[in-house]
């Protein structure tokens, strides 16, 4: 008897563990199955409208999208903006389409991410900034540094969320393999 006793009281702390730690992930962003409906319009960095704020929404229409919210600018996002960048050079003839908007209201943030491009030679992926509050109706979480969301005809199918410290190369393979769920069947 005491040792089920024992077993239950150990298979209970498992269990309340796992609930704990189920409770504590993270959200943020539109999730899997939403519709994209708010627009927003961040300042590009790069690209043919550098300086300009652009609709993001409106410019990709029902392409195919890989929209990344950083709130810092480190060695992690910079290996996810080229891996992002060498996998939308790889689908360009499937219409993919990858942005990473920074989250500041610091103009210094901004100068490093358009320094990051240069000198990694970002050439597929525009890079933007936008208020560090995030566009309204989006629910980006002030604790996500990463925030990933990848959709298609403006419906999510992938949604990669980290907090700071967390984005390691298995985290920037699984948003670079989610992008399979985004891509349009070929004709």
Same mark, same amino acid.
């Given at each position: 008897?005491? +040792? =089920?006793?024992?077993?239950?009281? *150990?298979?209970?702390?498992?269990?309340?563990?796992?609930?704990?730690?189920?409770?504590?992930?993270?959200?943020?962003?539109?999730?899997?199955?939403? &519709?994209?409906? @708010?627009?927003? &319009?961040?300042?590009?960095?790069?690209?043919?409208?550098? *300086?300009?704020?652009?609709?993001?929404?409106?410019?990709?229409?029902?392409?195919?999208?890989?929209?990344?919210?950083?709130? #810092?600018?480190? #060695?992690?996002?910079? /290996?996810?903006?080229?891996?992002?960048?060498?996998?939308?050079?790889? =689908?360009?003839?499937? *219409?993919?389409?990858?942005?990473?908007?920074?989250?500041?209201?610091?103009? &210094?943030?901004?100068? /490093?991410?358009?320094?990051?491009?240069?000198?990694?030679? +970002?050439? =597929?992926? +525009?890079?933007?900034?936008?208020?560090?509050? *995030?566009? @309204?109706?989006?629910?980006?979480? &002030?604790?996500?540094?990463?925030?990933? +969301?990848?959709?298609?005809?403006?419906?999510?199918?992938?949604? =990669?969320?980290?907090?700071?410290?967390?984005?390691?190369?298995?985290?920037?393979?699984?948003?670079?393999?989610?992008?399979? @769920?985004?891509?349009?069947?070929?004709?």
């Amino acid at each position: 008897m005491r +040792i =089920h006793a024992a077993l239950r009281s *150990g298979l209970l702390l498992v269990l309340c563990v796992n609930l704990a730690a189920a409770a504590e992930a993270l959200k943020s962003g539109p999730q899997v199955g939403e &519709e994209l409906q @708010k627009t927003f &319009e961040p300042v590009n960095l790069t690209g043919p409208d550098v *300086g300009e704020k652009t609709c993001v929404l409106c410019e990709y229409g029902a392409s195919p999208v890989v929209m990344v919210f950083a709130r #810092e600018v480190n #060695e992690p996002l910079t /290996r996810l903006i080229k891996r992002l960048d060498a996998a939308t050079a790889q =689908h360009k003839d499937r *219409g993919v389409a990858t942005c990473v908007i920074l989250l500041s209201d610091e103009p &210094e943030p901004a100068k /490093r991410l358009q320094q990051l491009a240069a000198r990694e030679k +970002i050439q =597929h992926t +525009i890079l933007r900034t936008y208020q560090a509050a *995030g566009p @309204k109706g989006y629910n980006v979480a &002030e604790d996500a540094e990463i925030t990933a +969301i990848l959709f298609l005809d403006r419906f999510v199918k992938a949604n =990669h969320v980290f907090k700071a410290g967390e984005l390691q190369d298995k985290g920037i393979e699984a948003v670079v393999a989610d992008i399979a @769920k985004i891509l349009p069947t070929k004709k």
